[in-house]
């Protein structure tokens, strides 16, 4: 993929995702509770990327598109830990605190507290990875 196509593809991303927020509001306001919404938010995107993740292993055209992966993936003990905050806090309680929290406001006010998260990953990175910007000549 060529560089300027990047860019493309993250702002296709953007707006998809924007979207994906109203439309999360219009099926909130149908008095469908956050937690079932998030739970089939989630599924829907992995049966999803099951499909993509399929076709595009089959058509040759596409190979360049899917990433090598080694046959046996392995999960260090030392990472169990951090594996299981990310599943916790990334996969279940912030969809549910999201779409909650989308549900008792606008999708204009939740859209925008959202772009906070950016902030709050670095803020994150930095305090506890202890991660610093490297700068590329």
């Keep these: 993929?060529?560089?300027h196509e990047g860019y493309v593809v993250v702002v296709?991303?953007?707006i998809l995702f924007g979207l994906g927020i109203v439309f999360s509001k219009v099926i909130l306001i149908e008095d469908v509770h956050p937690l079932v919404l998030g739970g089939i938010l989630?599924?829907?995107s992995g049966l999803f990327l099951i499909l993509f993740h399929s076709i595009l292993s089959i058509?040759?055209?596409y190979h360049r598109l899917v990433a090598p992966v080694s046959a046996e993936i392995t999960l260090p003990k030392e990472n169990i830990k951090i594996f299981v905050l990310v599943v916790?806090?990334?996969v279940i309680l912030a969809p549910f605190f999201y779409l909650y929290g989308l549900s008792e406001t606008t999708a204009?006010?939740?859209s925008l507290l959202l772009n906070s998260e950016t902030l709050f990953t670095v803020l994150i990175a930095i305090t506890f990875f202890k991660e610093k910007e490297?700068?590329?000549n």
């Design 42 to 44: 989630y599924l829907l």
């Design 59 to 61: 058509k040759p055209r």
């Design 12 to 14: 296709i991303a953007a």
């Design 88 to 90: 916790l806090s990334g």
């Design 134 to 136: 490297k700068v590329k």
């Design 1 to 3: 993929m060529a560089h």
């Design 108 to 110: 204009v006010n939740a």
